[in-house]
């Protein structure tokens, strides 16, 4: 992991995307980042969807700089500074305790951090929540900062919490004024539900929906409704979700998952001026989830949407296949028909007349551009090969790593 010159120290590592299945949204605290409720969300596998992150530090830089896919970057942005300052205040504070002795380097050497999505960030999928868990964990490798980053990775964006852990991860809201008690934790391990699977449909976006920081800031000072639920329905659901995923309950799982994202997208409409980000097809494709359950007389896929159209949807392996089949009869592909179906592999299966006229909809080519299929994965990884690396022994982003 270590560069060629014994002070200096360059780590990269990998963070997965995460998808709640209680939603976030709404904070109590602006600058600390601290929610109005507790979320729960499911790591997606990092073979479909990761950040990658280099960050190096030597005493020859003059100053902090990032690159984000390979473009400089503000690196005064309030945001990152924070998780910054907040890496630097653990460091020294652990340095103090007697822990950190070993460490080579200066705490006063600049930072150069060098950070790329492995999916295109046009497809509108978040990547700040996976962008800002891999700088915390980066960072953290690189100053010999152990235990719990949910308060550096929180203060880039709240879901990024999330994203520090694999498997199925709660973000308690917790109720100190510091947040000291707004954490992340694991509550179930990535290999816990095998059968879990997840699609993420990428739906063509007219136009950049409001971002979420601002969305959930204009929800909390005008939606009634978002307050009943943040203090009256999401504690409830939070136990009830940990149960379903416990015991591996998938209609029980589904159907909440489903409802919360459907109560988040009313809080959405409740704020005032009202804010939208499903559309037409995000609206079919509710529609399509719902005419297949009942076409099986059964919960066997649940979709869920965040600030944008696009949807991720749940289901088992088992019903993974006919799904896909149900996708492409309603939103036949426009012109890539081979390169629809992106990750895991599903075979192709015959769609039955019954289920093609159970499904009810008038089909809408090309609204659904490609379909990611992915699964449940682990958390942040460091990669110990130094060809990873995407910043150079001079500290600058390599132009093919
Ligand atoms: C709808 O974490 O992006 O995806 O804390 O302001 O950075 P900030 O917001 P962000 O919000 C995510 C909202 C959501 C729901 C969720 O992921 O829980």
Known sequence: ?????????????????????????????????????????????????????????????????????????????????????????????????????ALPLSLSYKVHVASENNF??????????????????????????????????????????????????????????????????QIAPEWHWPQLRVLILVVSAEKKPMGSTVGMQTSVETSTLLKFRAESIVPERMKEMTRCIQERDFQAFAQLTMKDSNQFHATCLDTFPPISYLNDTSRRIIQLVHCFNTHHGQTKVAYTFDAGPNAVVFTLDDTVAEFVAAVRHSFPPATNGDKFLKGLPVTPVLLSDELKAALALEPSPGAVQYIIATQVG????????????????????????
């Open 378 to 401: 682990p958390g942040p990884q460091v990669l110990d090969n130094s060809h990873a690396h995407l910043l150079g022994p001079d500290g600058l982003p390599q132009q093919d790593p």
């Open 120 to 185: 295109p960030t046009a497809a509108g999928l978040a990547s700040s929540a996976a962008g800002y868990a891999c700088l915390a964990y980066t960072l953290a490798r690189v100053y010999g900062v152990e235990g719990d980053l949910s308060e550096v990775a929180r203060r880039g964006s709240g879901s990024a919490c999330r994203s520090l852990y694999g498997g199925f991860v709660e973000w308690q809201m917790g109720e100190q004024a510091d947040g000291k008690d707004s954490i992340a934790r």
């Open 1 to 101: 992991m270590a560069s060629e010159k014994p002070q200096d120290l360059v780590v990269t590592c990998t963070a997965p995307v995460n998808i709640a299945v209680i939603k976030y949204w709404g904070k109590r605290d602006e600058a600390l980042i601290l929610p109005i409720n507790s979320s729960l969300s499911v790591t997606l596998h990092q073979d479909q969807l990761k950040t990658i992150t280099t960050a190096a530090i030597s005493k020859d830089f003059t100053e902090d700089r990032i690159w984000l896919n390979g473009q400089e970057e503000d690196v005064g942005q309030p945001r990152l500074q924070a998780c910054l300052r907040e890496i630097r205040r653990l460091a020294r504070k652990r340095r103090s305790s007697g822990d950190g002795d």
